[in-house]
């Protein structure tokens, strides 16, 4: 009997730009017995936090149904020399299968895990659930896919007898930038991100073909890296090397309206920075007083449309926000809502909550006074 063996299709890359594949070296042994997929690998590399590619993915689930049973359930398929296989033995049964499958989380983090559960039965209602990690640092990527009705003799035109899969990213990613406008005054330092009041998990349906994010959820994702000095040039902000991004589930989300709730009483949605501001000469700027010198600052989740206000973030979609500090010359953002540091300097900062950190450029209105004359003439007689 042969060893189950599985080839991995190409990935769907939503809204990444991706195109160029190749034909992963196919040597499964041709037999119509052997439950195999076709393979198409993204030339990409991967890290852990990065994008899930076939040519990275070590491991993967399926679940096969068929003839109102089920065939085998969460089955781990683990990366070989060139095919993807399974401990256990498969092969076709004389009747079609449903398969569905989707890739194991690798962080191993026992506080901090993202989260894959599936719930993938006879009924109507297969689904996984989906709880990225909090850290940013400890996120993974999610992708999915399914083949329904397939049968062994439906994959005679294929080389390898396989059946194709199609992987779809369905988490949102974003990657936070940041610069500073106005190095020539000001330096401005950033040690630490967080997004904040986002719904932390969500619910794939397979036959919806949708994820639905749980409102009940809501959480907050953070990552600490090496101190930053901001330049003129927008660089990523969230970790040390450089290529950090963030997974989260797909969410039509309420932000933070700083104008009308500046302390966030309404919990939307904001980014915050851990900053440190000071002019170039070393006086501090924010936060003003303190004996940490960095502070959080924070603004609104923004629209994903430049033009309109929507804050459907989509999933699938790549999001790159930039921070741009000082670019109109004033401002540096607001005072965090929540966690709030020294603005105005008396060592207060319950009453700085949500306050435009900067402001107006300080100018002068100058006049000179007329010279006062009155009862000035002095007359020395000799």
């Given amino acids: 009997m042969k060893r189950t063996t599985l080839f991995l299709a190409g990935l769907a890359l939503m809204a990444?730009?991706?195109?160029?594949?190749?034909?992963?070296?196919?040597?499964?042994?041709?037999?119509?017995?052997?439950?195999?997929?076709?393979a198409y690998t993204s030339k990409l590399t991967r890290a852990l936090q990065t994008d899930v590619t076939t040519s990275n993915l070590t491991s993967?689930?399926?679940?096969?149904?068929?003839?109102?049973?089920?065939?085998?359930?969460?089955v781990v398929f683990t990366k070989g020399v060139d095919v993807w296989e399974s401990a256990d033995e498969h092969i076709w049964p004389n009747y079609p299968l449903d398969f569905y499958a989707y890739n194991t989380p690798e962080n191993d983090s026992d506080v901090d895990p993202t989260g894959f559960v599936s719930y993938i039965k006879l009924d109507d209602n297969k689904n996984i659930k989906v709880t990225p990690a909090k850290e940013l640092a400890h996120q993974e990527d999610f992708v999915v896919a399914k083949?329904?009705?397939?049968?062994?003799?439906?994959?005679?035109?294929n080389e390898h007898h396989a059946v194709n899969l199609t992987f779809k990213h369905y988490l949102t990613q974003i990657i936070l930038h940041a610069k500073n406008s106005y190095t020539e005054r000001y330096k401005v330092e950033v040690k630490e991100a967080q997004i904040k009041h986002i719904a932390g998990s969500g619910i794939y349906y397979f036959a919806a073909d949708k994820m639905t994010a749980d409102a009940n959820?809501?959480?907050?994702?953070?990552?600490?890296?090496?101190?930053?000095?901001?330049?003129?040039?927008?660089?990523?902000?969230?970790?040390?090397?450089?290529?950090?991004?963030?997974?989260?589930?797909?969410?039509?989300?309420?932000?933070?309206?700083?104008?009308?709730?500046?302390?966030?009483?309404?919990?939307?949605?904001?980014l915050a920075l851990?900053?440190?501001?000071?002019?170039?000469?070393?006086?501090?700027f924010y936060p003003a007083t303190?004996?940490?010198?960095?502070?959080?600052?924070?603004?609104?989740?923004?629209?994903?449309?430049?033009?309109?206000?929507?804050?459907?973030?989509?999933?699938?979609?790549?999001?790159?926000?930039?921070?741009?500090?000082?670019?109109?010359?004033?401002?540096a953002?607001?005072?965090?809502?929540?966690?709030?540091?020294?603005?105005?300097?008396?060592?207060?900062?319950?009453?700085?909550?949500?306050?435009?950190?900067?402001?107006?450029?300080?100018?002068?209105?100058?006049?000179?006074?007329?010279?006062?004359?009155?009862?000035?003439?002095?007359?020395?007689?000799?």
């Avoid at 399926?62 to 969460?74: C, K």
């Avoid at 900053?275 to 070393?282: A, N």
């Fill in 333 to 382: 953002g607001y005072v965090d809502p929540e966690e709030p540091g020294d603005l105005d300097g008396d060592g207060d900062t319950d009453d700085d909550k949500g306050l435009p950190i900067g402001g107006n450029v300080i100018k002068f209105n100058a006049s000179v006074d007329d010279w006062d004359t009155t009862n000035t003439t002095i007359t020395i007689n000799l």
């Fill in 217 to 270: 959820s809501m959480t907050d994702y953070s990552a600490s890296f090496t101190s930053k000095t901001l330049t003129n040039v927008a660089h990523e902000v969230m970790t040390d090397d450089g290529g950090g991004k963030a997974y989260l589930v797909p969410q039509n989300i309420t932000p933070w309206v700083q104008s009308t709730d500046p302390t966030n009483t309404s919990g939307g949605a904001y």
């Fill in 60 to 74: 993967f689930k399926v679940t096969a149904i068929g003839n109102n049973s089920i065939y085998f359930e969460d």
């Fill in 290 to 331: 303190g004996e940490d010198e960095y502070a959080w600052m924070a603004v609104p989740m923004p629209s994903v449309d430049a033009n309109e206000r929507i804050y459907d973030y989509a999933p699938g979609k790549k999001y790159t926000i930039i921070l741009n500090f000082f670019s109109e010359r004033t401002s």
């Fill in 16 to 38: 990444a730009g991706c195109t160029d594949t190749e034909i992963v070296n196919n040597n499964a042994p041709e037999t119509s017995q052997s439950i195999n997929f076709a």
């Fill in 274 to 284: 851990k900053v440190k501001i000071t002019t170039v000469d070393g006086a501090r």
């Fill in 147 to 157: 083949a329904l009705r397939q049968t062994s003799a439906g994959t005679s035109t």
